[in-house]
């Protein structure tokens, strides 16, 4: 979403469709989001869930939250993956300041001279802020520093009310892998590793493809993309597939993204309501397939 529509959509969830009541509030961004794609909308039952789509729903209000809160933080997760696979599949944070501070709250805080010519700057509450830096002298510090400084100011609650965005947002970054990663991003069933969500080529000729666990295409997508697209299945799927089970153990779903970089695996975060849960899902019978794996 461009910015000054992301703009015109956070004051208009905050200040105006914050009036509504939970239901009629999550149908309303459903039915905004299926007009986007121009794909029908049926509405959701929050309150007897079957679809995927409103089992995600009702899980914002449901589940140990102060749990997610902390996973859904790209900054705060990493304990949880040490706990559970170790920290060798953890993204090197760089420092960013003097202090050797590596998450800040304040753009003060950061020494934009203490940054290499290469890094990724991100938020660490929500999707899409994030700053790829392939070439430091092309970016400009101002800029930058006004960017990060307007990402501050957006509580993510505001955008979709999942409950483990509120909170203080931070800032931190990372050594960059690759300009131009592909993710891959598991749907995660109790523990159970089984569809897997490839974003390709995510800054240039973008597409999406869903592949199952034998890599073969799955019959659904979500958005209204083309179910088209290809990829090979890299030489470390069943890597990505044990980690993904390991951190997905315990939640009824969550989404685990991953990246390949030579060879090596690495964590990229854990996404409890995949664009907040209003997405399309096409065809629809599979709303309902996914919504059948969700055990609540």
């Known amino acids: 979403m ?27 961004l459903g039915w905004i ?46 304990d949880f993956v040490k706990e559970r696979i170790g920290d060798a599949h953890l993204v090197e944070l760089l420092p960013l300041n003097k202090n050797g501070d590596h998450s800040i709250t304040d753009i003060n805080d950061l020494d934009w001279d203490l940054l ?20 430091k002298s092309k ?5 930058v520093l006004m960017q990060l400084d307007k990402w501050l100011a957006v509580n ?34 109790d523990g159970i590793p089984t569809f897997v969500e490839l974003y390709i080529d995510r800054l240039g ?36 597939v044990e980690i993904a089970r390991k951190l997905s153990k315990g939640f009824p779903f969550v989404r685990v993204d991953l990246y390949e970089n030579e060879g090596k695996v690495f964590f990229g ?3 409890f309501h995949p664009a907040g849960g209003y997405t399309p899902i096409t065809p629809r019978e599979w709303d309902y397939k996914l919504g059948n794996m969700i055990k609540i």
């Open 2 to 28: 461009a910015g000054k529509y992301r703009n015109l959509y956070y004051g208009l969830n905050k200040y105006v469709f914050s009036l509504l009541p939970d239901p009629a509030y999550h149908n309303l």
């Open 116 to 135: 290499p010519n290469q890094f990724a700057l991100k938020l660490t509450k929500g999707s899409g802020f994030n700053i790829i830096c392939g070439d």
């Open 205 to 240: 000729n973008h597409r999406k493809v869903f592949y199952d666990m034998n890599w073969k295409k799955a019959g659904f997508t979500t958005a209204g993309d083309s179910m088209d697209g290809e990829a090979e299945m890299p030489d470390v799927f069943p890597e990505m």
């Open 156 to 189: 993510n609650y505001y955008l979709s009310r999942e409950p483990q965005y509120k909170g203080e947002n931070k800032i931190v970054a990372e050594k960059l892998l690759k300009y131009n990663i592909t993710d891959y991003k598991f749907f995660c069933f």
């Open 33 to 78: 989001m299926h007009k986007r794609f121009g794909i029908k909308y049926h509405w959701m039952n929050i309150d007897k869930p079957r679809t995927f789509s409103e089992k995600l729903q009702w899980l914002k209000t449901h589940g140990d939250i102060e749990l997610k809160t902390q996973l859904a933080d790209k900054y705060d997760v990493r």
């Open 269 to 271: 975060e854990m996404t």
């Open 139 to 143: 970016l400009s510090r101002s800029k």
